[in-house]
């Protein structure tokens, strides 16, 4: 079983930066490791449903972003760590939410980029922008 751990959230200004990361142990049930699998960032606001955020390629190669963050926000993923991390600058307080990384189907990233395409989830960590 894969298990995520996120870590890296808490209070920030709008305008400031956080650094999440998100761990992984484990296998998938298919016998996969982190390296073999594309991961992703969605986060859930305060009433409102969870949303995909940002995803990156097992070769951390190929990103793609929701285009709210575009150009504020940076995935990557460092293999030899099992971690993926996300980068988040000049935030908002529309980015206040809890942040989850998830353990994608596929190897590379999916044109899908709903929760659908992702079968291993972490508990989470709040991020949140006071104006």
């Known amino acids: 079983q894969m298990h995520l751990v996120e870590s890296g959230g808490g209070l920030v200004e709008a305008g400031g930066s956080l650094k999440l990361s998100c761990v992984a142990s484990?296998?998938?049930?298919?016998?996969?490791?982190?390296?073999?699998?594309?991961m992703g960032w969605f986060r859930r606001a305060p009433g409102k449903e969870r949303e995909f955020v940002a995803h990156v390629s097992w070769s951390g190669y190929h990103t793609d972003y929701t285009d709210s963050v575009k150009g504020r926000f940076t995935i990557s993923r460092d293999n030899a760590k099992n971690t993926v991390y996300l980068q988040m600058d000049s935030l908002k307080p529309e980015d206040t939410a809890i942040y989850y990384c998830a353990c994608s189907r596929y190897t590379y990233i999916s044109s899908d980029q709903t929760e659908a395409s992702y079968d291993y989830w972490g508990q989470g960590t709040q991020v949140t922008v006071s104006s």
């Open positions: 484990g296998r998938t049930s298919n016998g996969r490791t982190f390296a073999d699998r594309a």
